[in-house]
């Protein structure tokens, strides 16, 4: 399963940097000026493994796209084994054991230029865990999901994007996507706000009990399903016109974005606590510019408060 993940997410990964990468030449044609293509660094954790994140900064699409895929094992930190056991891990029981982790996974988040498109999150990952000395994980699962964040509603975007990952959650199982659907916006949501970061997508961790095989099938068809998710989305919206004010109120959710990502998000946590974690991809996630005002509502009737009356009661896109 180790190999298979890791050829999995740096396929993933390909796919999705030639897409949009795609989107930014042909966003260059229509403007007449130069392209502006994702950069690759590779690294490698002195710990163990490498890793290769994939970054757009600045683009003629994009202001910031991160497609990062880490690929690490090594010793698991005390703060680390405190996680799984507090998270009832079964197989972590042992306060004397020694462990080593093993995890790979693709993550990315695209920050739009233009306040039409929306921002889209992804994020799918294998942990193992195995105790010194044996062979077989103490425990091993599957997690991931992707969410989109508009700054404007529109319905069909909404629907194209819950369409696509429905429809292979279904040919699983179609029990996953309600499941994953509700979860998703409970995972997003923003407590002292009193409202999720965007319209959602599936949201699932743990994914460990049945058939691995099958689970691994599972994520790698969500995983290369983005690209239908997403870029006809922004093939539509790149180039709308927008307005001054139509900026500022993005930046003013970019800046709802940065709280719930540095406050509650779950992956942030877990590679801070990671030895020889690297900040610089853990941070990527976070957008170039964001906003905060004193006390600002959005007036009543506008499509700004059409969007925030979606975020405090998120709705079924489809059936």
């Known amino acids: ?11 993933m990964q390909n796919k999705i940097v030639e897409n949009l990468d795609k989107l930014e ?21 002195k710990e163990g493994g490498v890793g290769l994140s994939c970054v757009l900064q600045e683009g003629n699409v994009f202001e910031k796209a991160g497609v990062l895929v880490s690929v690490v094992h090594g010793p698991a ?6 996680q799984m056991r507090a998270r009832k891990k079964e197989g972590v029981s042992d306060e004397s054991g020694v462990y080593h982790m093993f995890a790979a996974g693709c993550s990315m988040v695209l920050h739009p230029h233009n306040p039409n498109a929306p921002t889209a999150h992804l ?11 044996e062979e077989k ?51 997003f949501y923003i407590p002292h706000r009193h409202e999720t970061r965007g319209v959602g997508g599936i949201f699932f961790d743990d994914l460990e009990h049945g058939d691995h095989n099958k689970l691994f099938k599972f994520v790698e068809e969500c995983g290369l399903s983005f690209v239908d998710q997403y870029v006809p989305i922004m093939q539509r919206r790149w180039n709308a016109p927008f307005s001054e ?10 800046g709802r974005y940065v709280e719930f ?22 941070m990527c996630s ?27 009661k998120p709705r079924e896109w489809v059936l």
């Open 137 to 187: 994980p103490v425990a091993a699962w599957f997690g991931g999901g992707c969410d989109l964040t508009p700054s404007y509603l529109f319905e069909e975007d909404a629907v194209q994007f819950h369409r696509v990952i429905k429809d292979v959650c279904d040919k699983h199982d179609t029990e996953y996507y309600p499941k994953f659907k509700k979860w998703c916006d409970e995972y």
């Open 286 to 312: 976070l957008p170039l510019t964001a906003r905060w005002e004193y006390m600002h509502e959005p007036a009543e009737g506008s499509k700004e408060a059409e969007l925030i009356k979606v975020l405090q």
């Open 123 to 133: 994020n799918y990952r294998y942990f193992e865990l195995v105790k010194e000395g």
């Open 1 to 11: 399963m180790r190999e298979r993940m890791s050829t999995f997410v740096r396929k």
């Open 261 to 282: 990502n540095l406050v509650y998000d779950r992956g942030t946590k877990f590679g801070l606590v990671t030895p020889g974690a690297r900040i610089e991809s853990i």
């Open 25 to 45: 030449v042909q966003a260059a044609q229509e403007l007449g000026v130069a392209p502006k293509l994702f950069v690759r660094d590779e690294w490698v954790r």
């Open 77 to 82: 930190s005390a703060n680390l084994i405190k």
């Open 245 to 254: 004010e139509m900026k500022r109120w993005q930046q003013l959710r970019r």
